[in-house]
């Protein structure tokens, strides 16, 4: 392995995981570092947070939930 160059050991270790029936995922995510990304955050939390309490199902669905927590560790 010490005469194979980056791409092709980085190619023979991808080849391997195929081999052992993976295969590669790219997922892309919000990127934290970006100017305005704390604010966009808050911005939606207020609204999920307006449309939660709007919904009376979904209160008591969370209140019945919270009962049935005792004895969780």
């Known amino acids: 392995m010490g005469n194979l160059n980056v791409n092709q050991r980085v190619q023979k270790h991808r080849d391997g995981l195929r081999v052992a029936g993976l295969r590669p995922v790219q997922i892309w995510v919000p990127d934290t570092r970006r ?8 911005r939606q939390t207020l609204l999920a947070a307006k449309a939660d309490s709007a ?13 049935d927590v005792d004895g969780w560790e």
């Open 55 to 67: 919904d009376q199902a979904m209160q008591q669905f969370m209140d019945e939930s919270l009962a």
């Open 35 to 42: 100017p305005g990304f704390v604010e966009e955050c808050h």
